[in-house]
């Protein structure tokens, strides 16, 4: 049975970071992205990373201060976000595909994990 189990959420300043962290179980996936969901809007995607952890594509608004990696070892996908603005406010979630492609689209993925709430106070 697959499961992605984020974790590493919570409340934050703004200008602090977190890191959020997905363990996968069940088996592994070539391509591991997050995505987040805030109220009342569309789940938008933020990052992706190929298995080998040397491609990796970032959403526009996230690039310089968010970082995804991976480790195949603990079949886990993290992501590192610094300079945390209070727009970062959302519910954050993993994701994972069989496919080589870095999809940008929840159709791309093939698994989700629960998601973890990420707030960032002013």
């Known amino acids: 049975q697959v499961q992605l189990v984020e974790s590493g959420g919570g409340l934050v300043q703004a200008g602090g970071s977190l890191r959020l962290s997905c363990a996968a179980s069940g088996r592994t996936f070539s391509t591991m992205g997050w995505f987040r969901q805030a109220p009342g809007k569309e789940r938008e995607f933020i990052a992706a990373i190929s298995w080998s952890g040397g491609s990796t594509y970032y959403a526009d608004f996230v690039k310089g201060r968010f970082t995804i990696s991976r480790s195949n070892v603990k079949n886990t996908v993290y992501l590192q976000m610094n300079s945390l603005k209070p727009e970062d406010t959302a519910v954050y979630y993993c994701?994972?595909?069989?496919?080589?492609?870095?999809?940008?689209?929840?159709?791309?993925?093939?698994?989700w994990g629960q998601g973890t709430q990420v707030t960032v106070s002013s």
């Open positions: 994701a994972a595909a069989s496919g080589l492609r870095l999809g940008r689209t929840d159709r791309d993925y093939d698994y």
